[in-house]
Nanobody, 114 residues
């Protein structure tokens, strides 16, 4: 069974930064596109960013220029560097891989507040 474990969330002031990590196991990590999603209270889960197996990245308009997705295939880990954080970035952030079905991690809470 695929396992995805997120970490790195926390409380940060507006304008601050956080780096999220997602460690994957039981998959051929380097062959898979990896994704970050987020879900704010009372809202639907939304896509944040994708990095392909070849390292091509894509971002939601709301995060473009502030967030950076990257991967370390040697560590089976995908990262999300978040800069210039805003209160509206507050959400639970989830790592995702799409194989025969969607696999999700347990999520990590990010709270942006003064």
């Amino acid at each position: 069974q695929v396992q995805l474990v997120e970490s790195g969330g926390g409380l940060v002031q507006p304008g601050g930064s956080l780096r999220l990590s997602c460690a994957a196991s039981r998959i051929f990590f380097s062959l898979n596109n990896m994704h970050w999603y987020r879900q704010a209270p009372g809202k639907q889960r939304e896509w944040v960013a994708t990095i392909t197996s070849g390292g091509i990245t894509n971002y939601a308009d709301s995060t473009k220029g502030r967030f950076t997705i990257s991967r370390d295939n040697a560590k089976n880990t995908v990262y999300l560097q978040m800069n210039s954080l805003k209160p509206e970035d507050t959400a639970v952030y989830y790592c995702n891989v799409k194989m025969n079905r969607n696999f999700w991690g347990q999520g990590t809470q990010v709270t942006v507040s003064s």
